[in-house]
């Protein structure tokens, strides 16, 4: 339960909700750098918009539910392995994504750390 109030001590900036667009359509970006039970990992270039974000994320979660998608645009804060549940992320690697992409609510929530 702690490590959960530290992840709600985070700011959330923003979030966005994404329109269905074909899978066809898209061509995805982010690298997948793994998964594990409902969390999955990517590695995306700097700058995307948070649009595309949500993209990302609802393209790799497909049809599984439970399924949050952390994304870093730097490898080096990408962890080494994919933990089976959001609440055992660290303090340090919540903070130093640049959001998660949570399926079930079909929300990108923007994270940065408060000051």
């Known amino acids: 339960m702690l490590k959960y109030r530290k992840f709600l001590a985070v ?3 923003a979030s966005v909700a994404t329109p269905a667009i074909a899978e066809d359509e898209y061509a995805p970006v982010c690298e997948h ?3 594990n039970g409902m969390v999955t990992m ?3 270039p700097e700058g995307l918009k948070l649009k595309q974000l949500a993209k990302e994320g609802q393209m790799v979660c497909g049809d599984r539910k439970p399924c949050g998608v952390w994304i870093w645009e730097n490898e080096a804060d990408v962890p080494d392995e994919a933990p089976n549940s959001h609440d ?3 303090e340090k690697q919540i903070t130093s994504s640049r ?3 949570m399926h079930e609510h079909q929300q990108f929530i923007e994270i940065s750390e408060q000051q």
């Open 11 to 13: 700011a959330f900036v």
């Open 99 to 101: 959001g998660v992409w």
């Open 33 to 35: 750098k793994g998964s």
């Open 42 to 44: 990517m590695l995306c």
């Open 88 to 90: 055992k992320l660290t």
